[in-house]
């Protein structure tokens, strides 16, 4: 069964700092997707970047930006520059191509100090 | 306009009640799910819909019935309210062919169950 790990519940940054949120998966698949979303209060699901298994360049949106480790099944999220907009909890998810549907890991809270 | 409106956004109930919780999508996307957020913040889906068809139901419990009537709308209907079933309901839709496409979610519906 496909999994997805976010091992920090919670993290802490300062504003103007750059955080690291870590996300391991497991899957037997070749070929996958790999998301970030943000839940803010509001509990609106924002994608903030996603990344295609078969690409080995790193995805970059803006502040954002990803490690992705294939071999290793890793895909943290780098946040450069925090704002107190980015305060919300981040859920790292994996893309089954079978319905589409998305396996989240169990999220991490992040938050901005100003 | 919004992509995915859900209603009601929130929804408290009896135990033993019958709900409903309304879904559309004003994308165009042939794809619809319903995904579970539990008290834990957790994500988990629940059923996927493509063109109307039934294509993914994640050992839900039969006291949920999902309907999509046309590909666009995706109602979820809930027989005999249990205390567990409190939780955020939150629809989505995606287009199926291009599995690198991103989910829009829609702001979810908090249940209460009493």
């Known amino acids: 069964a496909q999994t997805v790990t976010q091992s920090q519940p919670e993290m802490s940054v300062q504003e103007a700092e750059t955080v690291t949120l870590s996300c391991t998966y497991d899957t037997s698949e070749s070929d996958y997707y790999l998301f970030w979303y943000k839940q803010p209060p509001s509990r609106q699901m924002i994608l903030v970047i996603r990344?295609?298994?078969?690409?080995?360049q790193n995805a970059t949106e803006n502040r954002f930006s990803v490690n992705f480790q294939k071999a290793a099944k890793s895909f943290s999220l780098k946040i450069s520059d925090s704002q107190l907009g980015d305060a919300a909890m981040y859920f790292c998810?994996?893309?089954?191509?079978?319905?589409?549907?998305?396996?989240f890991g169990a999220g991490t809270i992040l938050r901005v100090k100003s | 306009d919004t992509a995915v409106s859900q209603t009601p956004k929130y929804l408290v109930t009896q135990m033993g009640n019958d709900k409903s919780i309304k879904c559309e999508q004003n994308?165009?996307?042939?794809?619809m799910y319903w995904y579970k957020q539990d008290s834990k913040k957790f994500l988990k889906i629940m059923f996927s819909?493509?063109?109307?068809?039934?294509?993914i139901n994640e050992t839900v419990p039969n006291r949920f019935s999902p309907k999509s009537p046309d590909k666009a709308h995706l109602n979820l209907h809930i027989n005999s309210l249990e205390l567990g079933d409190s939780a955020v309901y939150f629809c989505a839709s995606s287009q199926w062919a291009d599995t690198n496409t991103e989910a829009f979610f829609g702001q979810g519906t908090r249940l209460t169950v009493v």
């Open positions: 998810a994996y893309s089954v191509e079978y319905g589409n549907k998305l396996v």
């Open positions: 994308l165009g996307h042939d794809t």
């Open positions: 990344q295609e298994a078969y690409k080995q």
């Open positions: 819909y493509n063109n109307k068809e039934l294509i």
